[in-house]
T-cell receptor, first 114, second 115 residues
Framework: DTGVSQNPRHKITKRGQNVTFRCDPI?????LYWYRQTLGQGPEFLTY????????KSRLLSDRFSAERPKGSFSTLEIQRTEQGDSAMYLC????????????FGPGTRLLVL | GDSVTQMEGPVTLSEEAFLTINCTYT??????LFWYVQYPGEGLQLLLK?????DKGSNKGFEATYRKETTSFHLEKGSVQVSDSAVYFC??????????????FGKGTLLTVNP
């Protein structure tokens, strides 16, 4: 069990560029979550996958955001036409079938949009 | 909707002092309750959890009891150490749509323990 991993750990981009983040959950965890955390705040839910199906998206997830989990394993989160307000820590979490309420978090990807 | 309110920080204590961080919640269903800890530059680590009323979660000397009558889940530790310095988040998980256990977090409380 190597834990949830996320890449890259840090990303600096210019406004208007597209960025993509990757999350590798713990093996055999069927649920995968994305959250966004801004400075001084708790994480906020963005989206949820059960296996490969995206079952819920928050209203925080504008049309510029898209997430996939093509084979029910790793997931990607893409932001198109980034804005300065997208600057935040993007956290991924996964949970196992037997204990769905317990989520294990990755180290996060810190995005800075200039 | 669901919400979590936790004690605002920062909290500064001397080593071996007693710690309490208050947390109250609002939920429509029967949530599970959690405390997560975030060390500088790292992601969130699960500290402890409780899944039903009157359950006590405990780990590394930290404890919290699920109090349904007061909708609270206060974090306590009898004797803090410098290594406990971190941001602590209270959170609840309420089952949505049959399978989504999305977490709702408080704003976090920064704890600094001085030697």
């Amino acid at each position: 069990d190597t834990g949830v991993s996320q890449n890259p750990r840090h990303k600096i981009t210019k406004r208007g560029q597209n960025v993509t983040f990757r999350c590798d959950p713990i093996s055999e965890h069927n649920r995968l979550y994305w959250y966004r955390q801004t400075l001084g705040q708790g994480p906020e839910f963005l989206t949820y996958f059960q296996n490969e199906a995206q079952l819920e998206k928050s209203r925080l997830l504008s049309d510029r955001f898209s997430a996939e989990r093509p084979k029910g394993s790793f997931s990607t989160l893409e932001i198109q036409r980034t804005e300065q307000g997208d600057s935040a820590m993007y956290l991924c979490a996964s949970s196992p079938p037997q204990q769905g309420e317990t989520q294990y978090f990755g180290p996060g990807t810190r995005l800075l949009v200039l | 909707g669901d919400s979590v309110t936790q004690m605002e920080g920062p909290v500064t204590l001397s080593e071996e002092a007693f710690l309490t961080i208050n947390c109250t919640y609002t939920a429509t269903g029967y949530p599970s309750l959690f405390w997560y800890v975030q060390y500088p530059g790292e992601g969130l680590q699960l500290l402890l959890k409780a899944t039903k009323a009157d359950d006590k979660g405990s780990n590394k000397g930290f404890e919290a009891t699920y109090r349904k009558e007061t909708t609270s889940f206060h974090l306590e530790k009898g004797s803090v150490q410098v290594s406990d310095s971190a941001v602590y988040f209270c959170a609840l998980s309420d089952l949505v749509g049959g399978s989504n256990y999305k977490l709702t977090f408080g704003k976090g409380t920064l704890l600094t323990v001085n030697p």
